[in-house]
């Protein structure tokens, strides 16, 4: 059935208040989104990430009385809506639409990232089968696709393989499926733990070949190769902890990396990293090297 949605373009200071309003109104769903195109990429600890100008909708039953609605709403913040329009929502096949916007993807000259109802364009290429879910890591993120790409180049036979911070497992996944022995995958988020196991199975891989972990529970095993796609301040915070993983000789590779960021992450890794040339990939770099001391 068609849906109307109220559109507001408000500022960070009033954008929760807003969401609270439309769903006082009766809103089915709402949502926040960027409106100037700024990034926030690393949010601080218990902030709520929010944009200077952010556009709060809200979707509502078609039947419903627009005029009605807006005044619950200004009621709610006793003061009427700022900037507001309503529009219009076609019904759609929303799964087939939301569908449509994933594709296989080629990571290097080895690895496609597919989706289950995808065909794999190059059926003796290694395919990684891999849905968008919970977790983060899909291959259309450049760091993601960083990471991916050193993965192809590095003579993974028999390697022994840590994916700190595993999110949907697809790191971890993709090593094994080009020739690693095996991977371990860690995150904060039990429900990457589910989406990595899940991925894993979906993959043809022996759960025994990929164990997930809280980190506290992650074996203090050194690894051939250890993976960290997450962000730049905690990378430079477990220097000491994902560089203690690597083994003398063994390989890094350290992701999610702005090109203003990098060079602050080399100095945190320094003392026992020497690093290859960076791989670049829009503003992202990914930093790799080996581990000598």
Same mark, same amino acid.
């Given at each position: 059935m068609p849906w109307l949605q109220l559109r507001v373009d408000t500022d960070r200071e009033h954008a929760e208040k807003i969401e609270e309003a439309l769903l006082f109104a009766g809103a089915v769903s709402v949502t926040l989104q960027d409106n100037a195109d700024q990034p926030i990429l690393e949010p601080g600890l218990g902030e709520v990430p929010l944009w200077d100008h952010t556009r709060v909708t809200g979707l509502f039953d078609a039947e419903v009385d627009t005029a009605v609605t807006e005044a619950k709403a200004a009621a709610y913040l006793c003061e009427l809506l700022p900037n507001a329009r309503w529009e219009q929502l076609e019904d759609k096949d929303w799964e087939r639409e939301w569908m449509s916007h994933y594709k296989p993807i080629?990571? &290097?000259d080895k690895l496609w990232i597919c989706p289950s109802w995808c065909e794999p364009p190059e059926p003796e290429a290694v395919n990684l089968l891999l849905d968008p879910g919970l977790a983060?890591? *899909? &291959? *259309?993120?450049p760091t993601t696709f960083l990471c991916l790409q050193w993965l192809g180049q590095e003579n993974l036979t028999g390697k022994n393989v840590i994916d700190f911070g595993c999110g949907s497992g697809i790191l971890g996944i993709g090593a094994i499926l080009l020739g690693a022995a095996r991977a371990s995958g860690t995150d904060i988020d039990p429900q990457a733990l589910i989406a990595s196991r899940d991925n894993a199975e979906r993959n043809g891989i022996d759960p025994a070949r990929f164990p997930v972990y809280l980190p506290e529970q992650l074996p203090r095993e050194k690894a051939d190769i250890v993976l960290a796609n997450i962000l730049a301040g905690p990378?430079?915070?477990l220097a000491p902890q994902l560089s203690e993983l690597t083994r003398i000789g063994g390989r890094i590779c350290l992701s999610g990396i702005l090109s203003?960021?990098?060079?602050?992450v080399k100095a945190a890794y320094r003392e026992w990293i020497d690093f290859d040339a960076d791989g670049l990939h829009e503003d992202w770099v990914r930093l790799s090297g080996t581990r000598v001391r």
């Open positions: 080629r990571c &290097g983060f890591g *899909t &291959g *259309t993120h990378l430079v915070e203003s960021q990098a060079d602050q």
